[in-house]
């Protein structure tokens, strides 16, 4: 039988199957619908929900792939019973079944719910203590988020900058994902930060092996007193020696650089203050040596403004514009 919307009424019980089964209450008069992709979309749900994922068109994506590749088997699989029925309706009975658990399966993914923040910091440097007993030290306009803990290992994922002391635990893994790689520790302090368009990591103590997203096995391991950066293009630089203090001050308020450039300096103040500064490209490529104090933006920005030879002033919402002293 066909409603006035021209969908049978089996094609409307395999849609509201779909649809309670993604949100977890299969219902009792729907229970026996057997569907094959019906099926593969469940595996799919139950294989994600467990890792809830931050970039939710990314799940869109993951989820549209997974479709097609079972669609595709599907329609192997089926083939010689398709050309036995050789019927037109029984095909479009199919695509309109195939339609409806597509839709159900994208308003899934777009509905889930996202990661949630364990911590945050606003305009202050804040701690957390995790269920482990390792501390993280967060730095302003920073977020960390929990992804998975147990026994065996602790999953994280960090939006900003941050120092994390890990107590020592061979049983267990810690991670820390980012926007472009990740970082696996067993027990060490590092300081990782996630801004200026790359993933950067200091190893203090322990060990460390920092890897991309893209391909886990480009990947490096740093020993103590070693940084490592994994940039935009997903290419990981070589480990090599640095200063601590270059990496950690912004936990004493303040940042000390050496031979940076203005534009790097620029991106870090913008982190930490979340503002937005504007400046000509020869002003950028100033190169520049010393330390600033992070007490207030007002003094850090009229500090380096007196050192490039000008000042910033505010020409908008939480944006600054560098010009020249007359």
Known sequence: MKRPDNISDKDRKLAEELRNRLEGNPSSDTGNVNDPLLQSLIEFKESEVAEPSVDLSSSKEKSWNYIKQNINQSSTRKKTAFYRLGSINHLGKIAAAITISVLLSIYYFQTQTPLQPIAAADVTIQSVTLTDGSNVTLRPHSTLFKKKSGDRSHTYYLDGEAYFDVVKNENRTFTVHTES?????????????????????????????????????????????????????????????????????????????????????????????????VAPENINDEILGGSLSLENSTQTLENLGTVLGGRFISSGTNTYKFVFSE
């Open 181 to 277: 790689g990740t970082v696996e520790v067993l027990g060490t302090e590092f300081n990782l930060r996630t801004w200026d368009n790359a993933t950067d990591v200091y190893l203090k103590t322990g060990s460390l092996r920092l890897s991309s997203t893209d391909d886990d096995e480009a990947a490096v391991l740093l020993s103590p007193g070693e940084f490592s950066s994994l940039r935009k293009d997903q290419t990981i630089s070589t480990p090599g020696s640095a200063d601590e203090k270059l990496f950690t001050s912004w936990r004493n308020n303040e940042i000390i650089f050496t031979n940076r450039t203005a534009e790097s300096i620029f991106s870090e103040l913008e982190h930490h203050y979340s503002i937005t500064i």
